[in-house]
């Protein structure tokens, strides 16, 4: 039995219920999000970048606020809980948005409204399914964490944001289909996490160690995420964050518009388009997974330098030689096309899971929750700011025509991708002076003989 008395089965069934059914929810928003903008709304990057810039900042908030109010009242359940089914109402809500266009003329003002109401959906939806899964299901899983159950767990959030890809990925473009029925994903997804949420009311049990932590008043604990000089005298976690966040600047700014890149510009089918991503994803992680024994022999940085390059020739290869006129639409075999997508693939699952082990082993013991939020600053907020600003004057400048409507609409060409290949590339300079202390703390490590 778990610390909070849950059976050992119930306890691991709300591991990887709430993890999966999280990180799906969280795909369905970073990859079909995008993709029903342009199917549905209009075919303008610009209400990409503000969903993408504000759910980011939303999803911050959320972290930060949330967190604080978990810790002063010592509960993870009801954050969970309340989180969970939230995320899964606002998620059908989005997909209502759709229904504001229709019977309307397809003005530059109505689309401008109704490209409103869409980034404020999606925040709101970001911004609880923050408050479920980082601060209620994450927070509650470390609560639960011990000696004798630290790996599997740890083995089961390293590998839960994979499936969630690959799953997300396949099974969304399986219920979207080749006749573009969003409405039926954001509802499978919506009422299945809504689902999850309600069984943590009867299934969830905090861990009895748990006790409110109040620090000062609630603005000076709040605020106290803020406090950088503890973060600032740790050299090594500094540059590894500043490689992550160069990282998915890079990242964020071509992934986003990748479904629109494959749907609209090359021509595939959504459910074709989910396939081919699915396969070259699930090979992805099977190529990837011995390289994670590495990790335990403190190769950190070597794997995120081999990451960063496979994730550049992956990118360059779509961008220098995949086109419309060489792509077969109706198949999932397109030989460039999923060795692109491999290449792509393995960086990004590489990357991801070396930085995080790196920088994780890092935190001061007394002040991980602070560092997590500041690693948050890294991962979400600067790149999901930063990368539309890059990306959304390459995609009006090489991707713009007019539509049927006579309104001018934008696609992502390769132009995108060949500029992605070359600025991923960036993340080798912070990733140097990371390297440098790295090594210098493990040699220390040695002399004390700890290594």
Known sequence: KSKSGLSNARFWILV???????????????????????????KDPTIISWMVGVSATATTVSTFLFGCISDRIGKRKVMASVGYILWGIFTIVFGLTQYLVRGSTETSSVLMAVGVAVVAADAIMSFFGSMGNDIGFNAWVNDHMNDKNKGQIGAALATQ???????????????VGSNDNYMRLFL???????????????????????????????AQQFFSILNFKNYIKNKELAWVNLSLSVYFIAFNMYFAHIGNYMIYYLGF??????????????????????????????????????????????????G????????????????????????????????????????????????????????????VLIPMVVAPLIANPII???????????????????????????????????????????????????AEGKE
């Open 269 to 318: 089918s959504a459910d074709m388009m989910g396939y081919i991503e699915g396969v070259a994803l699930v090979l992805a992680m099977l190529f990837t997974i011995p390289c994670t024994k590495l990790l335990n022999n403190n190769k950190a940085p070597l794997l995120c330098f081999i990451s960063t390059v496979l994730n550049s020739i992956g990118v360059g290869l779509l």
């Open 161 to 175: 944001p994979v499936i969630g890809t690959i799953v997300g990925t396949v099974a969304g473009g399986m219920l």
């Open 396 to 446: 009006k400048k090489s991707g713009e025509f007019v539509d049927e409507n006579g309104l001018t609409a934008y696609l992502p060409t390769y132009t995108l991708l060949l500029v992605g290949a070359a600025l991923v590339l960036l993340t080798i300079i912070p990733l140097i002076p990371a390297k440098k202390y790295h090594d210098k703390r493990i040699s220390e490590k040695i």
């Open 188 to 218: 499978v997804m919506g009422v299945a996490v809504i689902l999850f949420g309600i069984y943590c009311l009867f299934a969830m049990k905090d861990s009895p160690e748990l006790k409110p932590s109040k620090r000062g008043t609630f």
């Open 16 to 42: 990887w219920g709430l993890g999966i059914a999280g990180q799906i929810c969280w795909n369905m928003e970073n990859q079909w999000f995008n993709t029903f903008v342009y199917a549905k709304i209009a």
């Open 320 to 379: 220098l030689f995949v086109r419309p006129e060489n792509v077969n639409t109706n198949s999932i075999w397109n030989p460039m096309l999923l060795i692109g997508v491999l290449l792509l693939g393995m960086g990004y699952v590489l990357f991801l899971q070396s930085s995080t082990v790196w920088g994780k082993q890092l935190y001061p013991e007394d002040a991980r929750g602070q560092f997590e939020g500041i690693r948050i600053l890294f991962f």
